[in-house]
Structures are given as C-alpha cells and as structure tokens.
C-alpha cells in the first residue's frame, strides 16, 4: 500500500469526554466499515453507532472509502459530536473492490493504531445492525476467541434482509461452496458469506491477504487461521437506503478469489494445473475436427490445433492460478514463455517414450504414461518459475549480486 493512494483524516477528536467523565481512548476497537457511494446512510448508521457503543469500550470508526458521491463530505458533518473517533481513509484506486478496502483498513491499524486489539468488520447500509458490535467483541474476550462471526445461519439468526429467492439461493450455493473446499479453514464458521465479524488485530497478518472482491471474511480465514472462532447470531436487515453494490462481475470475481486461495499451495497449483491442462483437450480436438474438415492435412492441422489448447491453458492458468503473478511480466511476454514450453513438451515427449521403450524395455503404453506425467512436472515448475517469477526473487537476486561485487 502506498501513500498517494489515501489520505487519512481525522474528523473527530481522538480523546473525547463521555458523559461518565471517563476518555475514550482511540485504538482498542477499530470499526472497518467500506464504503462505495454510501451517503444517505452514513447519518443513520453514526447515529446508531452512538447509541450502541457503551461508554467503556474505547471504539474508533474508520471508513475507508471508494465513493464517487459525497459520502466522505457526510461522514465529516456527521461526526462532529460524537463520542468516539471517526476517521476516513480514501481511496484513489479501488484496488481489490471491498477486500481490498478492509485490508487497507486493516493496515493502518497497524502502522498508526498500534493500540487496536479488535478490528470489526462491518457494511454502512446498515444490513448488520450495529447495537451487535459490543457483543461481537464481547463474546470474544469472554470466550478467548480469535475470531468471532456474525452468522445468520445458526439459531436466533436469519437471513430475512436478503431480497428475493434468487440472492438466497447464491448465498446458500456461495456458501456451501466455500464450506466443502475449505473444510478445515472454516471449521465452526456457519456463514462464511457473512461480512459482518470481530478478529483479534495480532492474529491478523495483513501483508499475506490477497482480496478479490467483497468476501473479506473468507480471505481472512483461510489465510490468517485463527486458533479458535465463535459465532453469535444475527438477522440480516434491509438495506437503508440505496441499492445493492452485487453483480454477476462480483460472481465472477468471487470465483476468482476461491480459486486463488484454493491454489495457494504448491501441490493445489499442480493438481489445478493438470486438471486444466485436461480441459484443454477440449479445444483442442475442437479446432483439430474444424481444420482436418475444411480440408487441412491432419500433420499441420495438429500442430495448429494443439495452439488452441495452449491458448486456452493459458487463459486459465492466468486467471485460476497465478492470478497475482501476472503483473511481474507483460501479457505478451507471459504468453509467448507459455508457449515455448507448452509445445516444447511435445518435442521432449517422444525421444523419453523412446529412451524408456528401446533402453528400459518398459511396453509403449507405460513408457506413454510415465513420460506425460514426466513432462507434466517438468512443464508445470518451468511455467511458475520461469513464466510466473514474482518479482521479489528477481530483486533479491540482484541485491546478491550488488553486495558481492
């Protein structure tokens, strides 16, 4: 995160009196709440925080905001009696949709909250009520819970904000989805949809998060593990105004997201890339049929074919696995590389087919066999290595050299 993409400004004082004559100091709780153009809510929700928020928990609001309205200029008429800290972070560049707003949050609570032992997660439409923050938090120093989730999935919860059966039935396949691939990360977590949570600020290491899009609760999940999560229940409440920031795009990107924490691994990464390099026999025997019937001889038009394949691969590859690589290369440079060892591995295939048939006797179909899963290995660590390289190693490598000569 860099500087010039946030200004921070306080808009409150951070130590204020409350009406028992204690201070609120600044840095206990943080309330990370991301806004996108949220300014006929920002009154109501304020409001409701202040109601809420009990004269001993020490509580900053920080929104880190994307909006192209008015919302911070609300944010700052809003917040001048309250008895708490408000302060906007706002952002040039939405990099990273709402994740990456509640990662951005997430760091400045470490680099000038210091103080920050709870960091709350929640929406400004008020679809998370905010008289349940103080439970959140709560529930977790009760419990010695890293991690405690706002669910609408367990008893006392429920769902009745979620306009039509259509949002339903995503959320429920969204959510079962993410449940049956990461088993283990949500152990306990009913609602890993849910966007509304409380998390130890010292569990959380910020700079691993990779968001994508606006389900911040899973990223951090699987990513940060806390040792030990709790739920307390909630109904999910009609938005206040304005309409819903989902869309197919955010489908999209969601998918997106599960893929690349799915692939986070080494083992996943080779197990993802061979299931895609399977699918690519699709094309592939598509384009051969199309070549071979508009009158191509079969030798030239598998060569060609076998480009529809790579180039499917690598569409994949780019957008399930490496994702977050992509930028230490240009697309050209990435798809020519990806390329060269895509068909190259055809010209290794057959003499190791020969070496293992004429020198270790093996039968042709197991010799087939063994040099594909060969030449898999071979293609799949020159592809992260040499098409995916990140960045970091290459500026490490001529740090080295700097310092040696």
């Not at 800290?85 to 952002?91: E, G, I, Q």
């Not at 995503?170 to 890993?192: C, E, N």
């Not at 996943?268 to 061979?274: D, E, N, S, V």
Request: charge should be neutral.
């Amino acid at each position: 995160m860099s500087e010039d993409l946030w200004t921070p400004h306080a808009l409150s004082d951070p130590e204020v009196s409350i009406p028992d004559g204690g201070e609120v100091v600044a840095g206990s709780v943080t309330l990370i709440i991301p806004t996108f153009n949220e300014a006929g809510n920002i009154d109501e929700l304020l409001s409701r925080l202040a109601d809420s928020l009990p004269a001993h928990l020490p509580c900053e609001v920080l929104f880190v905001d994307d909006s192209t309205d008015e919302t911070p200029a609300v944010i700052e008429k809003a917040a001048l009696d309250l008895p708490f800290r408000v302060s906007v972070l706002h952002r040039e560049s939405a990099t990273g949709g709402l994740g990456g707003a509640v990662v951005e949050g997430v760091l400045a609570t470490g680099e000038e909250r210091a103080g920050t032992d709870w960091i709350v997660v929640m929406d400004a439409d008020l679809q998370h009520p905010p008289h349940l923050v103080p439970e959140l938090v709560g529930e977790g120093e009760r419990t010695g819970a890293d991690l405690v989730v706002a669910s609408r999935y367990i008893p006392g919860g429920s769902r009745a904000g979620l306009a039509g059966s259509y949002r339903i039935a995503v959320s429920r396949g969204a959510t079962w989805l993410t449940k049956g691939l990461f088993p283990r990360a949500l152990r306990g977590i009913s609602d890993p949809m849910s966007g509304f949570f409380a998390m130890r600020r010292a569990v959380v290491t910020a700079d691993a998060l990779k968001p994508l899009g606006y389900k911040i609760l899973l990223e951090l999940a699987v990513r940060c593990r806390p040792a030990k999560v709790t739920e307390v229940p909630f109904v999910f409440q009609d938005r206040f105004r304005g309409e819903s920031k989902s869309s197919a795009r955010e489908g999209m990107r969601f998918l997106a997201h599960l893929a690349a924490l799915r692939s986070a691994t080494p083992l996943a990464r080779m197990i993802g890339f061979g299931l895609i390099g399977l699918s690519g026999f699709v094309p592939n025997l598509f384009a051969l049929w199309l070549l071979t019937h508009a009158g191509m001889h079969y030798l030239p038009a598998e060569i060609a074919a076998n480009q529809a394949g790579v180039l499917w691969n690598f569409l994949l590859i780019e957008t399930l696995l490496f994702r977050d690589r992509r930028r230490h290369r240009h697309w050209a440079d990435r798809i020519g590389r990806f390329a060269v060892l895509a068909n190259a591995d055809l010209l290794l295939r057959i003499p190791l087919i020969a070496l293992f048939v004429g020198r270790f006797g093996m039968q042709v179909l197991s010799a087939t066999a063994l040099a594909l899963v060969t030449t898999f290995v071979l293609r799949f660590a020159a592809t992260e290595a040499l098409v995916y390289l990140p960045r970091t190693t290459r500026t490490r490598t001529r740090a080295a050299r700097t310092t040696r000569s």
